[in-house]
Structures are given as C-alpha cells and as structure tokens.
C-alpha cells in the first residue's frame, strides 16, 4: 500500500512552485512507481494544504491592481517617462493609455521575442496544465521576470503605473497574431470551481488584471474586444489597456477577445497580476 508522507506532499510543492506542470509531476510519480489514481489524490492533498496555509485574499476594496485616476489625470508620471491616458471605464474597470513604450523598446520585444516563438496554449482547467485549444491560434513566449535589462525596466515601470509589486506578476508574454489568427472570448481569471484551478492559484493566487500592450500597428483587425460593454481597442504601437477584475465572476464584465486580423500581423506583451508573489 502507497502512503502520501508528509516528505513526498512537500516534494509535490516543491516541484510546482520551481514552475514543473502538473502533469510533469505525475509522470515523475508514475515512474517512480506511484499508482495514477494515489498520485492525483497527493497531489490535490498537498496543494490544498498548501493553499489553507496562505494568508486570506485582502477585499478587492483595498489591495488590487489600479491606476491613480482620482483626479482625472491626462497624463501619468511612472519615473522614467509621462504614460497618457486615453479613456477609463468604471465598469469594467478599464484604462487606454499611451506612451506606455518607445518604438524602440517595441521593435526590441519583437526582436528578441520572435526567435522563441511557439504554438499559444491555454490553461487546461481540468488538470492545472497547459493544452493547444482552437479558440487561440496565436504563436508565443514567456520572458522570465527580469530576465534582461529592458524586462526589467518594463516591469519597474509597469508597477508604478498600476500600483502593484513586479513579484506578483506573471513573466511577460509575447504574442503574434497573424492574419485571420485570433483569440476567442475569455476571462484571465482561473475559474474556481474548476478541477485545476487549486493547483494552479498554489503559486502566487488568482490573477486580478491584465496589461495588453500593443508592439505594432495593424492594417486592419486585431482589436481587443469587450463583448459585455461593446468596448474595442484598436492596436496602436506604444498603446496598453488595463482591466482589472476583483473576484473571478462574470459580474465584473471582463469577457474579452482579441479579434481576428484582417491585414498584417499583431504583436503584442501581456501581463498577468497576481495576488500574492509569484515564483517563476
């Protein structure tokens, strides 16, 4: 008879929070000799006795991701440059700003970027893993956080324009959308009832917002829509959209796309926040 030690459910975290998938750590316990179905259940014993350690989600009132709008700013001083606001909803709580990144910083991000570029996954909400789904059909890649002078520089200043700490992000992704490639309505948030979602909010939480930055211009297509509200952002190089979402519920109107493109290709950087430190 197997038994889940205590040693072997502190092995499983371990593993998750080095950033090892889920279904990388069940193929290191099957070939260790560890039944399927007593592995699935020590892993989900571990990540919820994991998760009932970590101090409780502060209420959305108080700590989450936002922008300093209370006093109708055009502009936005993040240190190192002035960031221009364009347009702000209150529901869903929605910010268009400009100036966000120099041409060059843009032209440097798809340089760096394009070499590593890959088919886009998505989180496999059964299992907390990753899998290819036809509703995007985007080619990516993740940056580690600070991994070169210009992530970290973009990720300083990220964190001062929406108040957050740069160690409750995610690494920042790097997207190509060619024509007719798109990203079918969705919510970033984890959906909590789902089977994965524990093991997937074990490192760092549920995420809270999202940055979409925009590296180029497209001919035609390629915007960011909000189906909800009937909101579409157009991508302009230099150009971000902040959303955020203070509980993972449809109610905060989030449902959001990135549209087919018509002509040309998009590039674009996202940022995912978090609540709690996220470990690479």
């Not at 994965?196 to 930055?213: D, E, H, K, L, P």
């Not at 150009?239 to 002509?263: K, N, R």
Request: glycine share 6%.
């Amino acid at each position: 008879m197997q038994v889940v030690t205590p040693e072997i459910k502190t092995w499983i975290i371990q593993q998750a929070r080095a950033g090892y998938p889920v279904n990388a750590v069940m193929q290191a316990m099957r070939a260790a000799g560890w039944s399927e179905p007593v592995a699935v259940a020590a892993i989900d014993e571990a990540v919820k006795e994991y998760i009932s350690t970590m101090p409780p989600a502060p209420p959305a009132s108080i700590m989450r991701p936002y922008i300093d709008l209370s006093r109708s700013p055009c502009t936005i001083d993040v240190s190192d440059r002035m960031v221009n606001v364009l347009l702000t909803m209150a529901k869903p709580r929605i910010a268009l700003l400009s100036n966000v990144l120099s041409d060059e910083e843009c032209e440097t991000l798809v340089r760096e970027a394009e070499p590593r570029l890959k088919r886009s996954n998505t989180v496999d909400n059964e299992t907390g893993g990753e899998q290819l789904h036809p509703d995007r059909t985007s080619d990516g890649m993740f940056f580690s956080r600070g991994e070169t002078p210009l992530i970290q520089r973009i990720e300083e200043r990220l964190s001062r324009l929406i108040n957050w700490p740069v160690e409750n992000g995610e690494g920042l992704q790097v997207l190509r959308y060619k024509p007719g490639a798109e990203y079918k309505p969705h919510y970033d948030y984890f959906i909590p009832d789902a089977p994965g979602t524990s093991r997937i909010i074990a490192n760092g939480g549920q995420r809270v917002a999202t940055v979409v930055i925009y590296l180029n211009d497209v001919e035609r297509g390629g915007g960011t829509t909000f189906p909800d509200v009937g909101l579409e952002v157009m991508p302009k190089r230099g150009h971000a959209v902040f959303f955020a979402y203070d509980q993972p519920d449809p109610s905060t109107l989030t449902l959001h796309a990135g549209a087919p493109v018509i002509e040309g290709e998009k590039w674009i950087a996202v940022k995912w926040l978090r609540e709690f430190q996220f470990l690479p």
